[in-house]
Every structure is written in C-alpha cells, then in structure tokens.
DNA sequence: TATATTTGACCCTG
DNA sequence: CAGGGTCAAATATA
C-alpha cells in the first residue's frame, strides 16, 4: 500500500469516527459533548474533501507511473489536461535574499533549474500539502535578469488545502478573508496581492469543489444537499444549518454510516 | 527525528 | 535531440 494510500483510509477512518460521535450525540441530545455538532459534521466535511483530493492526486500519480502510461489514449489525455496558469512580476522593495515570495501559503521547493537564455535559476515550488490535503498547487520563481529586485513567478494550479477546521466552522466570505489576511501582509507580500488581484480571488476560496476533475461533483452535491437542507443551490458553502427537529436529515445520515461499517477491504 | 532543501538523473514534449 | 519539469536520494537544518 502506498503512503498516499493509507493516507486516504486513515482519513476516512477518522471522517467514520467523527460520524460515530455525531450519531451518538444526535442520539443522546442531552448528553454535554464536548463538541458541537456543526463542528462535528464541518471535521467530517473536511475529511470527505480531503480524501477526494487525495484520490484524486492517487490516481494521477498512478497513471503516470504505470507501464501503459505512453498509450495514445493516455497522451491524448494529457494533451487535453490544460493547467491554469497565472503569470506574476513581483517587485521586493527590500531587495533581500531569502524568500521574499511568501504570499502566505506553505511552499515547499522541490527543484531549480537553469533555463536556457536565462541568467537566474528557476525555482520548482509546490504547495507543503500537496500529499496530505492534496493540493496541486505549484510556482515557479526567478529573479529577473534585468532588475535583481524583480522575480517572475508562475503559478499553477489553485489552491485546494484551504480547508482547516477553523475556517469551515464559519462562513467567511471572500472579500473578508482577503481583508484579514491583507492587514497580516508585510509590505512586500501586499505588491504581490495587488498585482495578484485576480489570482487572489482564486486562492482565497476557502472550501470549493470547483476541480473540473472531480466527476462525480453532482453525485457529491446531491449527497451534501441531502445532508444539508439547508446548503445552498449554486453549490456547497461552509455554512451548515443543522435543525435538531429535522429527522430527514438524521435518518440520511444513519444510512450512510449503516454502509460504511469496515474499510478493512481496501 | 522529522521536515525542508539541494541537485543530478530521468521523463515528456515539441 | 534539446529544453523544461519532476523525482528522489543525499544532505542540511530545526
């Protein structure tokens, strides 16, 4: 089994235990849990969210690793993978070394190379939870030839490791994460979210489901509305409305739970 | 000891 | 075949 693999079953393992202490609280309504139930079921969401994006990053990761990865149909399929790029030029008015790109999400680098016609080397960085929230996000970096002040960065990919139980427990719209987050900024990441702007939109959705590759999204969303009375049309938000009196919801939820007694076949 | 970085090798694409 | 991107072992660092 591959590390990614147990990845997946640990956290499905731990999504089943969260559901288990839902029920018993649901069950047991005078019972003080400790924890209330809509942050049971935002743990839950979480983890559901993050074994679709671990699977996800499991089956690409196969794919290019197996035998057959040089069939046509394979190719065909890369060739129709377009990544969503977004092209950067950030200025650091410090001028210090170091890493002054830190547009505040977790960077891990994982090459450099010396391109061709280019003075600087270029930096291969890719999201800290790329293996456990899955995250594909990736950058490239390098400092420009003709002012050492400058770099040019390429971002690839959005952000999917938004997702922290702190910021599912509430609805926070976008235009208020990004405002908290500006007044954390030291002057130099505020040029990033500047001309960032658009980019930035992006990366600060806190909890989306807009990967085009998730095929089963309906299939998903249909799950989470029967959950969720309450979620809204245009897709699934933070927010959860949980009503004690709402027995649909509850009996929706003791059947999945019914199906999911063992992981032990995976 | 766990996590991050470096860097040469390898793979894919044009 | 060249060049760009990624992997993964070795190494560094906290």
């Not at 890369?78 to 002054?100: A, D, F, H, N």
């Not at 960065?153 to 208020?176: F, L, Q, R």
């Amino acid at each position: 089994m591959l590390m990614e693999e147990k990845l997946v079953v640990k956290e499905l393992e731990q999504g089943k235990e969260l559901a288990n202490q839902l029920m018993n609280s649901l069950n047991n309504p005078s019972s003080s849990s400790k924890v209330s139930n809509e942050v049971l079921i935002s743990e839950i969401l979480s983890c559901f969210q993050n074994t679709i994006a671990m699977m996800m990053n499991l089956d690409k990761k196969t794919l290019k690793r197996s035998p057959e990865r040089s069939d046509q149909s394979n190719k065909k399929r890369r060739m129709l993978e377009k990544k969503k790029t977004e092209k950067v030029k950030i200025c650091v008015g410090t001028g210090q070394e170091g890493t002054p790109l830190d547009d505040g999400h977790c960077w891990r680098k994982y090459g450099q190379k010396y391109i061709h016609g280019f003075k600087n080397p270029r930096g291969y960085y890719r999201c800290t939870h790329r293996f456990t929230r899955g995250c594909l996000a990736v950058k490239q970096v390098q400092k420009s030839d003709t002012n050492p002040m400058c770099y040019e960065v390429k971002y690839v990919e959005s952000h999917t490791c938004d997702i922290t139980p702190s910021t599912t427990k509430h609805s926070v719209s976008d235009a208020k994460q990004s405002d908290d987050t500006i007044k954390h900024m030291k002057p130099e990441e505020l040029m990033l979210s500047i001309e960032d702007l658009d980019y930035k939109k992006d990366i600060f959705r806190t909890f989306s489901f807009s990967n085009p590759e998730i095929d089963d999204f309906l299939e998903w969303k249909d799950l989470m509305e029967t959950l969720s009375p309450t979620t809204s049309e245009s897709g699934i938000t933070n927010e959860f409305h949980v009503s004690p009196t709402d027995d649909s919801c509850f009996s929706s939820l003791e059947n999945i739970l019914g199906s999911t007694h063992d992981l032990s076949w995976m």
